[in-house]
């Protein structure tokens, strides 16, 4: 099932790549990604979901950005456009977030920015992200330290920031 994060990985990556940076996909990448996509939208197709793809139950750790500071939750599924992250403080909507799933089974850390498109603040506090941006791997020290292995690059802004 992890292999399913390193398929969203790689989706995500090739579709930033062009969307982000502006950088042309080659034959290969191209049908790469045409791959990836009918694999990470299933076998069946819900006319009635406004989803693209389908949720897939996952439970991992995840830690991510907070303005001023970090947060810790929990993977709650994930599909090809987002995760389900289960969180003590939800972030509010549209907040720029940066998403770090530790693998440690198949020694990688990956790094995605995203944004919040949905929150419960109460309760059984979750958000919903979408993928936002281009994503990193890296493999692992021997010993995880929790400490960041990558630099960033997030997507372009959703709206123009507010000014006073």
């Not at 989706?11 to 996909?25: G, H, N, T, V």
């Not at 089974?105 to 936002?132: H, K, Q, S």
Request: proline share 5%.
């Amino acid at each position: 099932m992890r292999n399913l994060l390193e398929m969203i990985y790689e989706y995500q990556l090739l579709r930033s790549k062009e969307e982000y940076l502006e950088i042309r996909l080659d034959e290969d990448e191209r049908v790469r990604q045409m791959g990836l996509d009918r694999l990470l939208q299933g076998e069946t197709i819900d006319r009635s979901s406004r989803r693209r793809f389908p949720r897939v139950k996952l439970v991992m750790p995840v830690q991510f950005t907070l303005p001023g500071g970090f947060e810790s939750g929990e993977v709650r599924d994930l599909s090809g456009g987002g995760l389900c992250i289960s969180c003590l403080r939800p972030p509010e909507l549209d907040a720029r977030l940066i998403v770090r799933i530790a693998d440690t089974r198949l020694g990688y850390e990956y790094v995605f920015p995203c944004r919040v498109i949905w929150r419960v603040a109460t309760g059984n506090r979750r958000m919903g992200v979408a993928f936002d941006g281009v994503p990193s791997r890296t493999a692992l020290p021997a010993e995880d330290t929790g400490v960041w292995q990558r630099t960033l690059h997030f997507g372009l802004a959703v709206r123009e920031p507010l000014v006073a």
